[in-house]
């Protein structure tokens, strides 16, 4: 596959390098997960999936790139919406943010849907949705001094940035009709660069000094509830979006209004690890969760408003063309 433009790299066909996906492949509404078994089995509530197939049905679109990206697209009760599985880690968070903004025309939504770990009492199988997010960073600098005299902390806590409020509301709205209100939690989630380490997991093999890891993660922000490892960067992202690429007589309409970024965001996460009583999900767990969690985001996504429909990325010549 040859590409053409080093800044922003593009096959001949308009396909991005890593998430290999072009214009008209993708709708404006995103469920992003993890997993690409997840991505299928979400797949099964779109219109026209027969829920009893395993694999993804034949009247989807789908694709699969060369680096591991799974993105299927269909209609939701009639809206064009997206599944796009990343695999783990802020790094194919970024790829799938920046590739999916480059190759879609006018605003976007985009949801997480994953996976976690419980610092509170949220158990295993419950919901948190939460409204913000911080960065845990392993301090590569602090290892590098073998007699431990540096005064530095051994990780990183950034700053936190917010999901966009109606989302999460709609979230956890929506959230709770499926599930029940008890098993939905918010809160603010922390974001690790890694599984291990930064997420305060004990590893005889290496020197970790992350014993102290959840005082500081609690004492950094106490509304802490989840540890995983992708939030951050699409809150992040989406505050740093510039503003969608509007047709004139809305672009006048949007600058009276606060639409000041083209990419709104939220999050919500199943919980597999609860690090306070150290159990772990069962898969039974696993199969009756997703697909309650993946209609209730599927339900948001379709709810929160883009604005003006017909700024939205045209149906003509796209995969969700009727
Ligand atoms: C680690 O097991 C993975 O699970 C979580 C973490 O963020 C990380 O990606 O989310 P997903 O289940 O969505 O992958
Ligand atoms: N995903 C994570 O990143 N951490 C957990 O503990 C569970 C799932």
């Known amino acids: ?43 099964r509530s779109l219109d026209g999936a027969d829920p009893s197939v395993k694999t993804i049905s034949p009247n989807l679109f789908s694709h699969a790139s060369h680096r591991g990206f799974l993105t299927i697209t269909g209609r939701y009760k009639g809206t064009p919406v997206s599944i796009v599985a990343i695999g783990m880690g802020v790094s194919m968070m970024d790829f799938f943010v920046r590739e999916c903004r480059a190759v879609v025309d006018g605003p976007m939504v985009m949801i997480r849907l994953g996976s976690c ?11 948190c949705v939460p409204s913000s997010s911080y960065l845990v960073q392993r301090n590569y600098d602090y290892f590098a001094d073998d007699s431990s005299s540096s005064s530095a ?5 950034s700053k936190k940035f917010d999901a966009d409020p109606e989302v999460i509301a709609t979230l956890v709205k929506n959230m709770s009709a499926q599930l029940g209100d008890n098993h939905v939690w918010k809160g603010i989630n922390a974001t690790a660069d890694s599984f291990y380490s930064s997420q305060g997991r004990q590893d005889e093999n290496f020197v970790d000094n992350n014993q102290e890891l959840f005082t500081e ?49 939220g999050a919500c ?19 009756r969760v997703e697909p309650i969690a993946g209609k209730a985001v599927f339900d948001s996504l379709v709810e929160v408003s883009l604005g003006d429909e017909s700024e939205l990325h045209a149906t003509e010549g796209s995969v969700w063309a009727l």
Not at 7 to 12: L, R, V, Y
Not at 23 to 29: K, T, V
Not at 153 to 157: E, G, K, Q, R, V
Not at 239 to 264: D, G, M, Q, Y
Request: aromatic share 6%; charged share 25%; proline share 4%.
């Open 1 to 43: 596959m040859s590409m053409s433009n080093a800044n922003f790299p593009m096959d001949a066909e308009g396909r991005t390098y890593h998430v290999g996906i072009k214009r008209g492949e993708l709708a404006n509404r995103i469920i992003t997960v993890g997993d690409p078994a997840r991505a299928i089995v979400l797949s």
């Open 117 to 127: 770990g419980s610092l509170s009492d949220a158990k295993v199988g419950d919901i």
């Open 153 to 157: 902390s051994p990780y990183i806590l």
């Open 217 to 265: 993660l609690v004492k950094h922000e106490p509304e802490t509830l989840t540890l995983e490892m992708e939030t951050f960067l699409l809150y992040h992202l989406a505050r740093t979006s510039t503003v969608a690429p509007l047709k004139e007589e809305s672009r006048l309409k949007a600058n009276a209004t606060s639409n000041k970024h083209s990419i709104r965001a």
């Open 269 to 287: 996460m199943m919980v597999f690890a609860q690090r306070k009583s150290n159990e772990f999900i069962s898969k039974e767990d696993v199969a």
